[in-house]
């Protein structure tokens, strides 16, 4: 299928897609979702980027409750059924999430759910509101060996078999480990860190758990990132899909939304630190402007000082609503995410370790016996190579 020219923010669908992606709605917001769902629209379009951007529930939800009487009958009840089989499976995942938080508090594991079901329950207020597929955890690097036995006790399996020495390798490199559940239905996501190791940006998940504050999932309470923290994380994340789903640009307006009193000298703090200020500051810009998110007079002043990042911005907004992408990232892929690094030394760090960091790839492509095992940098180099840098 042809893919549209234009820009998410300008097509009828995106503005109204963009309407819908935000809760609670005031009346004056109610009234301008109706217009635009009364327009002339291609629906089709609409259903498959609130799908692609992880915002099917929230417009689903929305063109029921407040479009019914001027949607299309049949779109209507078509996001009724779409919403109720997202609140299905939130509701399982959510029920499992915990059952797998009390194991691991049972066994002395701290850990704290990020993203899915307790994004839902901080953000929005409901959990079937946010389209989540698996259950993200995290943990210390110590506590790690500790809830894959767990897991696999449970009767959890890995997604990737390693053997000792590959997962070894891995856990110096990666960010998480993902376990299938007997049915397959459910995915569980065991993360160490939040980035791979050759993005260069690595926050302490230590610190993480030592801010962790208590929040409500359901009729249990659990404990996740502070709010501050939080945005870090969902700047990181994002960054990681080069900033592609309206969804996770929707998470940072409904985060600014629900936390006035965000400490805005130490989100400063610890993005600077670290070398990431533009990278947070990215998403901070696009739910300002694409959502109206409230924005503190400091980050605001700096991000408007800031041409590249505008720029970055720019490139962003005239992307397509709906979007061909490719599991791995182009030669442009990896130049667009180094603009969005301030520091020199980040962006060096982070290509020395994309060329030497060997994976899953290298270890299938080419098999080697356990004594050869360190020449797994020179394969990756090669297969860089032969692949035109496409890692």
């Not at 701290?110 to 079901?117: H, I, R």
């Not at 480990?177 to 230590?206: D, K």
């Not at 520091?343 to 994309?354: A, N, P, S």
Request: hydrophobic share 45%; proline share 7%; aromatic share 6%.
């Amino acid at each position: 299928m042809s893919q549209p020219s234009t820009p998410a923010i300008a097509s009828p669908e995106g503005r109204l897609l963009l309407a819908c992606a935000r809760t609670p709605l005031e009346p004056e917001r109610k009234q301008r979702l109706r217009e635009l769902a009364g327009a002339r629209l291609d629906w089709e379009l609409l259903l498959q980027a609130a799908e692609l951007h992880g915002l099917e529930p929230l417009l689903c939800w929305n063109l029921a409750e407040n479009a019914a009487e001027v949607a299309p009958a049949a779109v209507v009840e078509r996001a009724k059924v779409r919403f109720a089989r997202h609140a299905r499976s939130n509701l399982l995942l959510a029920g499992e999430l915990l059952r797998i938080l009390h194991s691991l508090e049972a066994a002395g594991i701290p850990a704290l759910p990020y993203k899915g079901p307790a994004l839902a329950a901080g953000l929005y207020g409901d959990l079937s509101l946010r389209e989540f597929s698996d259950l993200d955890i995290l943990v210390e690097p110590r506590n790690l060996p500790g809830a894959r036995e767990l897991l696999l006790a449970a009767g959890y399996r890995p997604q990737i078999e390693m053997n000792a020495q590959q997962r070894s390798a891995y856990l110096r490199s990666g960010c998480e480990l993902g376990f299938v559940g007997r049915e397959g239905r459910i995915v569980v996501e065991m993360h160490w860190r939040i980035a791979p190791r050759h993005f260069a940006a690595e926050p302490a998940v230590e610190e993480f758990l030592r801010r962790a504050q208590p929040a409500r999932l359901g009729e249990d309470q659990v404990r996740t990132l502070c709010p501050e923290d939080l945005l870090l994380v969902l700047a990181l994340h994002a960054a990681k899909h080069l900033w592609r789903g309206l969804g996770w640009i929707c998470d940072v307006a409904q985060l600014l939304r629900r936390s006035p009193d965000l400490d805005w000298s130490a989100v400063e703090q610890r993005a600077g630190t670290l070398g990431l200020r533009r990278l947070v500051h990215l998403p901070l810009h696009l739910a300002r402007e694409l959502l109206e998110a409230p924005l503190a007079a400091g980050p605001a002043a700096a991000i408007d000082a800031d041409a590249e990042l505008q720029s970055l911005a720019r490139e962003v907004l005239q992307r397509p609503l709906v979007e061909s992408v490719g599991t791995e990232w182009s030669v442009a892929d990896h130049r667009f995410f180094l603009r969005a690094r301030e520091r020199r030394r980040d962006r060096m760090r982070y290509l020395l370790r994309l060329a030497v960091t060997p994976g899953a790839a290298e270890w299938q492509s080419v098999r080697l016996p356990a004594f050869l095992f360190p020449l797994y940098p020179a394969v990756r180099l090669a297969r860089l190579a032969g692949k035109g840098m496409r890692p």
